[in-house]
C-alpha cells in the first residue's frame, strides 16, 4: 500500500470515504458526516493523507499543524477494509509528519456518543484532556445530546 498526501483531485473519494466510514454515527447524527465544501476548506487549511492500494484510496486522515501543537481528524477506513491496519499506519504517519514539522503534541477529539474509540486511542497513547460543547451549526445534525471528548497525546522527538 502507498501512502501519500492528497492531491485535490482526491477531495470527492476522500468525501465519500468519510462519510461511508462514518455511517456508524447514523445513530446519533442526521445526513452525511461531511460535505464536499467541508472537505474544500480542511484542504486548504490543513493536510489529508491517504493510503492507496491498487490506485484505490483505502484510508485517509486529516492532520492540521497549529504550532508546536497539530491536530488529527476524520481517520477513515474503508469499511470493508476495517480491523487491517489501515487506520494504525495512518495514525503512526499523521503522528511522524506532525513530529517532523516541528509539533510536540497531538490532538484529537471524538463525540462521547462513540464510547469505543477513547478506548481505541488510549491504546496508542492518547490521554482524555478534557470536553467541548458542539457548535450550534453542528448540535443541529444530532439527534441526541452529545459533546466531544478532548484527547492529547505527547509526540516527542526524535
Do not use: W
Not at 33 to 45: G, H
Amino acid at each position: 500500500m502507498e501512502l501519500r498526501f492528497a492531491e485535490a483531485a482526491d477531495l470527492p473519494t476522500i468525501k465519500n470515504l468519510i462519510n461511508q466510514a462514518f455511517t456508524v454515527e447514523l445513530f446519533f447524527k442526521a445526513g452525511d458526516r461531511i460535505t464536499s465544501e467541508e472537505v474544500q476548506d480542511l484542504f486548504e487549511k490543513g493536510h489529508f493523507m491517504v493510503l492507496e492500494q491498487n490506485g484505490e484510496i483505502q484510508g485517509s486522515v486529516y492532520i492540521e499543524l497549529k504550532g508546536e501543537r497539530a491536530y488529527l481528524g476524520l481517520l477513515s477506513t474503508n469499511p470493508n477494509r476495517q480491523r487491517s491496519g489501515i487506520g494504525t499506519r495512518l495514525t503512526v504517519a499523521a503522528e511522524e509528519f506532525a513530529r517532523e514539522s516541528g509539533c510536540r503534541f497531538m490532538d484529537l477529539r471524538v463525540v462521547n456518543l462513540r464510547e469505543e474509540l477513547p478506548v481505541i486511542y488510549k491504546k496508542f497513547g492518547y490521554e482524555i484532556s478534557g470536553t467541548e460543547d458542539l457548535s450550534v451549526a453542528m448540535s443541529q445534525h444530532f439527534t441526541r445530546p452529545a459533546h466531544f471528548i478532548t484527547m492529547s497525546k505527547e509526540l516527542g522527538h526524535r
